[in-house]
């Protein structure tokens, strides 16, 4: 199967940056379960972001999925509370966003998921 694989830059808002330490203490320790679960939903398979102190952004997120399309219905649906944390953070944190172009894409995601047909 071939994911797409989106990679946002994202601008924050000025002194935005103790929230979004904060927002990914809480994803990645506290309520990492939830997030997980809003992933699934979405057909997310991997999800990281980085920080990056440039004039054009300063958060870079990148995902792999089956279907983003699939993936905004479904968080436009979602009741999950982690879903709302999130539009909340980045409301009062992000100031916009550009699509950065994909160069490469390689990945072993299908091969080590014994359950999905390749």
Known sequence: MRYETPCMKIQLKPNGLERVREWATTLNQSRRVEPLATLRDETVVFEAAFLDHT??????????????????????????????????????TWNGR??????????RIGKLAPDKVQ
């Open 98 to 107: 550009k699509q950065l172009e994909l160069l490469l894409d390689l990945d």
């Open 55 to 92: 004039a054009e952004g300063d958060l870079i997120d990148v995902m792999k999925a089956e279907s983003f399309e699939k993936a905004r219905e479904a968080a436009v649906t979602s009741m999950h509370e982690i879903d709302r944390y999130h539009k909340e953070f980045k409301r009062d």
